[in-house]
């Protein structure tokens, strides 16, 4: 190798040792003194990470390679170094390999356990498993020690990590699993770093997603080979038992997950389902390919189909019979859909029907998973059918041969699951129950028993029946022979009684009815037109009336005669030649089925209609003879004519009128219904759930009817292809007033309207981009003439099935189709472009004559901020500075040409100078309005030098009116897009779904933010270059998006219909970062001088506080605004924890001295912040972890950081004990994270208080662990809680009431302290398990808190912690066993239950630290404690009865207030509310007796309180208290 100018290493140390001397006298000393030197620094973790090329000696000109290998000299160096420890070198090599994995997988970025390894530590794990893979070639490594050291490891290893030592064949996960120690932990391990695994998957690059997919290939064939080996192969392997039991607990546990996962897809928790999705991968038959036995493979999906289909089976049959409509194929979990169908792919149909039924013969099943396992079969396999009738056949026949009741129900759960799914797959169920029992021949044909097991069994039903099926069994009832006839009216009797309970008449049912449909019967007209519709069907194909109608004639008289009829016989114009309706009719007159009379009076009124047509027409037209649709048709097709031809325009406001007269016949008003309809009632449209067909349900105005679909569909269609024709000869300016004038015609029919409104949400929101460019310019011109036309149509109400319209508010047209247009994904992005400039462009070509007002009032003002909001967010151009001469024209025939990009015309239409007006830009428009204004006076030639300048002069707005500006400046105001509405656009959008790309998005936010509108004015929307007003709006704008009550803040109302939307509650993590640059952007001011008394304000807490006291009540329960105040604290502190930890907490002067300022906080966490706490007298870890951290932080300003924080906590102790008592709590986590801070950030002791802290906290531990003393802090309460935390941490109870014995003689109030912490835990314990809508743990648990989920929280689970540990009969012995400990040392504690205010001082800290939720059930506490109450209470606690009765009159008055109390979720009847009640009454009847006179006189305050409650109670406690009263008189007169 040569060195520096081509010179070799040997001639360079040659010239060295010509330089200088060598202390060594000979080369063996030297080489002796390298070896030393080599030895004393050698690390052999680091030797084992070195393989490579780079250790591999360099041969150069041609010279052998001299030295020895990396491989031999790693060996060397163990073997020298295992004879120096005395040990094996396989051993020492297996230790030292395991100590490095355990490095590798801790030297994560990550704070948690993740199943990945980063780049940097896949490639040392490579390294090192590279030389692990050398030492066993050389038989220097022992497998065995290496399995059982992994497990010795502090932490488990990362599954990547264990995945490579599997795949390099080094330690396979079956050899691993088996040197276990323990089976469950391996098993919880492993589950919950798969769970992690899937979970991640979704969410890292592709190549990251293929390691996922490879890592969980080949873990699900080791637990298939080894979980579902064959029981000869079993017998050879004894050693792998152990694994094989992991194997299958941890896909057993999996599953299980997966099915928890079905019930939580239909609560929109995406992540949950795609990660369970990703664990489907596992159920690939390809996947296992040869590695497994067919047997195994087999014996695995049988196994797992059997506990899908007994997985949880709480419901019962009767819920079964109501709910199974809901278990269709098409309403069944997509997941647990996808995981039948992968399932049955093991599986022959006839195999899967037969694993089907040895599962309901034999286990207690799950009828959900196992009906919609029914519909899968029927739905995926054209087969099943067959196979199906089959097993209903078997299971009727062991029915009826054992009447057994069990086969029974099973076969007509199943006829009804599988006809549910439809005609196509299987037999409606009216067909397979007459098939089964509507003859002799029948099931129960064979004996009288049968028959009477049937009925029976039917009879059973009938509570539980849903209408369509109790019509099936009477319509056809089972066969029964004469002399049992008695046994069916019965039944037949008992089916009708329950039909009238739900309200429907069996003798309107109509003859072709779906009686297997699982939904609401339809009314009887409804349903004779479609008997009529399908009649007419069967006898043009037949030319033979249908049976079904003869039969109604005969048996069915009423239906027949009062329904049926009517609908065939409704007038209406004859066509010349007989139709097929007419044919029927007449066939039905021969028949004698219709009466002479009828059909001479339908006779009669056709040939009316037919006058009256002739009578109103103007112009005889052979189209009279048409139907009213196809005339409608025919004149629009003529309007369209009249269009193009523009010497025709005259007759265009005479077609119309025909075209509104034809309407009218189609819809079937009158102009009196029509003037009868007041126009200030509001348009009501019904809008469908996301991805639904259908058209929204329209509601009409009351006293009009509704207007079927293809009405509205005809009008649409006929408007889009008159604007195309018409554009295809002029631009709209030049195209005549026939569009304005056929949408005001559409405008003046009242009951068109709610049908047309819906249609437009049905094909702008829900099918937009699938849109192609006509259909776009023909919706956008319409909607614009929807616009004009805005005074004809009243205000509209939109109903959506996520959240309801605001009562009372109606929107405007335009705001309407405006709310329509939400941009979210990339798709709805170039749609809502596309339309948008579409719009404005035919806004700007059809109105450019209008004058400016006029103009402006055309404009809808959602459509421009829309375009402001769209156009500089999908260009760059965009965002730069406008400039005159870089105008271009937008010609509008450009925007017909299909082959268009959107983007440019978007721009061209950007920078026009119309449009640059509307947005207000005001340095064009004020330009262009003053060229246009002076070059009316002749003063153009003075402004030739200002053209390209990108202001005007200064002078120029003063040569304007001043009232002229003014009325610009209001008419600019309306168009801009505010900060505010800018923001709750973005929150709208899916990142993952996004047009832009992450880095897109932060420029483009960043443009926005500090060029756009941080320096603009206020009056423009913007914030004034104020960051404190800036952060307010986007504060503002996150809490408002993420209540569900944001969507109607916006003035442009958008409706919450996007199945990707942001969840109500999730915060956008990108606004969020842009809200903490200007937070950290905002403490860059200067500091306040020395002497200046004032803190600096905490606009922040300002901000929160008013949004939480300055909110207006709204029309609505207390409940829901309880849940709203809930819902915004959680978003509160989610909010607070996003920003930086220094935010919390300022600096302020005393004197010459900068001092923290915690009263903001303190404040906030008194009156707010503790009341969202789970446990009642503590913070969430997140809430207490980041204020120490910004304590710190922000102690770097204190001249002296220790003697700061010490004051800070100091003043804890009176003005916010929540704190410590947090800090208490959640120490043992946040020990270690405040030490290392403090240790970085200062290097110096731990500051006094915080030692003190640890210190307590390690006398508690010490107390309960080794028996020490446990001295009392100042307060008392604080050495409470630690030793409250500290018990909490120790399992079981047993230490605690050993320490308590041992307590000295001073701890009375740290007892008393610690009762009230163990009563507000008991109270936390019973409202979690209710997940009552109050219950807000889940929120928490984001971030750290623990409990359980809220009925309306979307958010899973946090980590585990102090809260599993606590449940109510646990909590409740062991302040059961403190109460005892007081009253054998004789301390006062009731005082404890008296109201802050109340209690005296040493208990007045505790009081005021706990929640106002568990502050009022306290009473629940105190009564739960009555078992412990001894009789000597009564004398020894002169205010025990006192306290006693206070505590009743609150739970009272909790229960006549409408609290929930909570309950057990194990027994509903354990401590009902009533029962607590009345177990509290008795006691204070059976203590009043027992009680002095000195705590009778002291209930006087309470008594008339207790008698509007209760009079009883009342009364008895004055006939005690009268006799001591008298005495105490009596007393008195002796001493005088």
């Known amino acids: 190798m040569a060195g520096a100018g081509g010179r070799s290493w040997r001639d360079l140390l040659a010239g060295r040792a010509r330089k200088r001397r060598s202390p060594f006298g000979s080369a063996a000393e030297l080489q002796g003194a390298a070896l030393r030197l080599l030895d004393q620094h050698q690390n052999l973790a680091e030797l084992l990470l070195e393989v490579g090329d780079s250790a591999k000696p360099g041969v150069q000109d041609g010279a052998e390679p001299r030295g020895v290998s990396p491989e031999s000299f790693i060996v060397s160096v163990l073997q020298e170094q295992a004879s120096k420890l005395g040990v094996p070198t396989a051993t020492l090599a297996a230790k030292n390999a395991v100590a490095n994995v355990e490095r590798i997988c801790q030297d994560s970025a990550s704070p948690s356990q993740v199943p990945l390894l980063n780049s940097d530590q896949r490639k040392r794990l490579t390294c090192l498993l590279q030389t692990v893979k050398d030492l066993l070639a050389n038989n220097m490594f022992c497998r065995s020690l290496f399995c059982q050291e992994m497990w010795k490891m502090k932490e488990p290893p990362v599954l990547e990590a264990v995945w490579h030592l599997h795949r390099g064949d080094i330690v396979g996960l079956a050899e691993l699993l088996d040197r276990s120690p323990a089976g469950p932990a391996a098993v919880e391990w492993l589950c919950s770093s798969l769970c992690g695994l899937c979970e991640q998957a979704g969410d890292i690059s592709c190549g990251d997603t293929e390691l996922a997919q490879g890592i969980l290939s080949d873990f699900a064939i080791v637990f298939l080979q080894h979980g579902f080996e064959q029981a000869v192969e079993l017998g050879r392997k004894v050693e792998f038992q152990k694994v094989a039991y992991i194997c299958r607990a941890v ?316 609908a065939l016989l409704r007038p209406r114009v004859l066509p010349k030649a007989p139709d097929g309706r007419m044919a029927f009719i007449d066939s039905l007159k021969r028949a004698d089925k219709i009466p002479s009379s009828l059909y001479s009076t339908y006779l009669q009124a056709c040939h009316a209609m037919k006058e009256k047509v002739l009578q109103d027409d103007s112009k005889a037209e052979p189209s009279h003879a048409k139907e009213p649709f196809e005339q409608l048709k025919a004149e629009l097709a003529v309007l369209r004519t009249l269009a193009v031809q523009q010497a025709q325009w005259e007759e265009v406001a005479a077609q119309l009128a025909v075209v509104s007269d034809r309407l009218r016949r189609v819809l079937g008003d009158s102009s009196e219904d029509s003037e009868a309809a007041p126009f200030s009632s509001p348009v009501r449209v019904a809008m469908p759930a996301p991805g639904l067909a259908a058209c929204p349900q329209s509601v009409p105005a009351p006293g009009l009817a509704a207007c079927p679909q293809s009405v509205v569909d005809l009008l649409l269609t006929s408007f889009c292809q008159t604007l195309l024709a018409a554009s295809s000869f002029n631009p709209p300016d030049r195209q005549g007033p026939c569009l304005s004038l056929l949408v005001k015609m559409m405008c003046g029919h009242r009951n068109l309207l709610p049908a047309l409104l819906g249609r437009l949400c049905q094909l702008i929101y829900h099918q937009g981009p699938s849109l192609g460019a006509a259909h776009i310019l023909g919706l956008a011109a319409f909607v614009i003439h929807l616009s004009e036309c805005r005074a004809l149509i009243p205000g509209v109400e939109a109903n959506s099935g996520a959240s309801q319209a605001v009562p009372g508010k109606a929107l405007s047209v335009s705001e309407y189709w405006s709310s329509l247009l939400l941009c979210r994904t990339e798709e709805s992005f170039a749609f809502c472009l596309r339309f948008c400039t579409a719009a404005a462009a035919y806004l700007m070509c059809k109105f450019s004559s209008c004058s400016h007002e006029d103009f402006c009032a055309l404009v809808p003002p959602g459509l421009i901020k829309k375009l402001q909001y769209l156009v500089p967010r999908l260009s760059l151009e965009a965002r730069g500075v406008l400039c005159e001469e870089a105008k271009s024209a937008l010609s509008w025939s450009s925007l017909s040409c299909p082959s268009l990009n959107y983007r440019r015309a978007s721009l061209c239409l950007w920078r026009s100078a119309l449009c640059s007006f509307l947005i207000g830009d005001q340095k064009l428009l004020v330009r262009a309005e003053c060229l246009k204004f002076l070059e009316r006076l002749g003063k153009l030639q003075k402004l030739r030098n200002c053209r390209a300048k990108a202001c005007p002069s200064p002078w120029l707005p003063a040569v304007l009116p001043g009232k002229w500006w003014r009325g610009k400046q209001l008419e600019i105001l309306a168009f801009l897009l505010s900060f505010r509405e800018w923001l709750l656009m973005e929150l709208e959008v899916c990142p993952e779904k996004d047009i832009l790309s992450a880095s897109e998005r932060q420029d483009f936010h960043h443009w926005a933010i500090y060029q756009r509108y941080l320096p603009a004015p206020s009056a423009a929307g913007g914030c004034d270059g104020d960051l404190e007003k800036a952060c307010a709006v986007i504060l503002n704008a996150i809490l408002d998006s993420s209540q569900r009550g944001s969507a109607w803040c916006v003035p442009s109302f958008r409706l919450d219909l996007g199945a990707c939307a942001q969840s109500r509650t999730s915060l956008s993590p990108e606004i969020l970062c842009r809200l903490q640059e200007l937070v950290l952007e905002l403490r860059c001011r200067p500091k306040l001088l020395p002497g200046c008394s004032a803190a600096q304000r905490h606009f922040l807490f300002e901000l929160l506080q008013g949004r939480l006291t300055g909110r207006d009540p709204e029309h609505g329960s207390a409940l829901g605004e309880q849940l709203w105040r809930q819902q915004e604290l959680l978003l509160h502190s989610r909010i607070l924890l996003g920003l930086p930890a220094s935010t919390l907490v300022t600096t302020c002067w005393k004197g010459n001295k900068a001092v923290l300022d915690c009263d903001s906080f303190f404040c906030f966490v008194n009156s707010e912040l503790k009341n969202v706490s789970s446990r009642g007298y503590a913070l969430s870890y997140g809430i207490t972890a980041h204020f120490f951290r910004g304590l710190l932080n922000a102690s770097l300003d204190c001249e002296d950081a220790a003697e700061g924080v010490n004051q800070a906590l100091a003043t804890c102790q009176t003005k916010c004990p929540v704190v410590l008592l947090s800090a208490a709590l959640w120490w043992p986590r946040l020990e270690a994270a405040l030490c290392s801070q ?299």
Not at 1307 to 1333: G, H, N, T, W, Y
């Open 251 to 566: 896909l057993q546990r999996m599953l299980a997950w997966v099915l928890d996962a079905v019930g939580k897809e239909k609560q929109e928790d995406v992540s949950m389902v795609q990660a369970a999705r990703f664990w489907l991968n596992v159920f690939n038959v390809s996947l296992y390919g040869s590695v497994a036995p067919p047997d195994s493979l087999r014996q695995f999906f049988r196994h797992t189909l059997t506990e899908v289909l007994t997985y949880n089976p709480a419901l019962k049959v009767s819920d079964a019979i109501q709910m199974q409509k809901e278990w269709s194929f098409t309403r069944t979990s997509p997941l647990l859909t996808a995981l039948y169908r992968k399932l049955l792919v093991a599986f022959s149909v006839k195999e899967s029907i037969c694993q089907l039924q040895q599962v309901l013969e034999s286990h207690e099943v799950n009828w959900q998973h196992v009906l919609s396992c029914v519909s899968t079969l029927v739905v995926c396999q054209a087969e099943a059918e067959q196979l199906f009738k089959d097993l209903l056949s078997h299971l009727l026949l062991k029915a009826f041969g054992n009447y057994d009741m069990e086969n029974m129900i099973t076969a007509f759960l199943i006829a009804r699951q599988a006809a549910l799914e439809g005609p196509a797959v299987f037999m409606p169920y009216s067909e397979w129950f007459k098939a089964s029992f509507g003859s002799a021949g029948g099931y129960h044909g064979s004996s009288k028993k049968s028959l009477v097991f049937l009925l029976e069994f039917l009879s059973e039903l009938v509570p539980f029946e849903a209408a369509p099926y109790l019509k099936v069994h009477i319509m056809f009832p089972p066969f029964v022979p004469s002399k049992h006839r008695s046994l069916l009216l019965e039944y037949i009797t008992l089916a009708k009684t329950r039909l009238a309970d739900l309200k429907v008449a069996i003798e309107d049912m109509g003859l072709y009815e779906d009686l297997s449909a699982p939904e609401e019967a339809v009314q009887p007209q409804a349903q004779a037109l479609r008997d009529v519709e399908k009649a007419l069907q069967i006898f043009e194909n037949t030319r033979k009336i249908p049976t079904s109608v003869i039969e109604a004639s005969i048996f069915r008289r009423p239906y027949y005669t009062s329904w049926f009829l009517p």
């Open 1238 to 1536: 403090w240790k970085r950030l200062f290097g110096a002791p731990l500051a006094e208080e915080l030692a003190r802290l640890r210190g307590w906290h390690s006398s508690a531990s010490r107390f309960l662990c080794s028996g020490a003393a446990l001295p009392v802090s100042d307060p008392p309460w604080l050495s409470a809680a630690f030793l409250h935390g500290a018990i909490l941490q120790q399992s079981p109870r047993g230490r605690g009431t050993e320490a308590l014995e041992r307590l000295g003689t001073d701890a009375e109030q740290l007892l008393v302290a610690l009762l009230f912490f163990s009563l507000l835990d008991l109270i936390s314990a019973r409202i979690a398990p209710k997940l009552c809508p109050l219950s807000v743990e889940p929120w928490l648990a984001w971030f750290g808190e623990e409990g359980t989920a809220s009925l309306w929280c979307p958010i899973p689970l946090g980590n585990p912690g102090c809260q599993e540990g606590v449940d109510f009969q646990t909590s409740l012995e062991w302040s059961l066993q403190i109460l005892q400990c007081l009253q054998g040392r004789g301390t006062s504690w009731p005082l404890l239950f008296h109201s802050a205010e109340g209690a005296p001082g040493r208990f007045r800290v505790l009081r005021s630290a706990a929640s106002q939720r568990h502050t009022r059930l306290l009473p629940l506490a105190f009564y739960s404690l009555t078992p412990s109450f001894q009789q000597e209470l009564l004398q020894q606690e002169p205010a025990f009865l006192s306290v006693a009765l206070q505590m009743y009159i609150q739970l009272l008055q909790l229960f006549v207030e409408g609290e929930v109390l909570p309950q057990s979720d194990r027994d509903p009847t354990e401590h009902d509310p009533l029962e607590l009640i009345s177990a509290a009454r008795q006691f204070l009847l059976g203590a009043i007796p027992h009680c002095p006179a000195q705590s009778l006189g002291n209930i006087q305050p309470l008594l008339s309180t207790c008698e509007e409650l209760d009079p009883e109670l009342a009364a008895t406690l004055l006939h005690f208290s009268r006799p001591a009263v008298d005495m105490e008189l009596e007393e008195e007169l002796e001493l005088f």
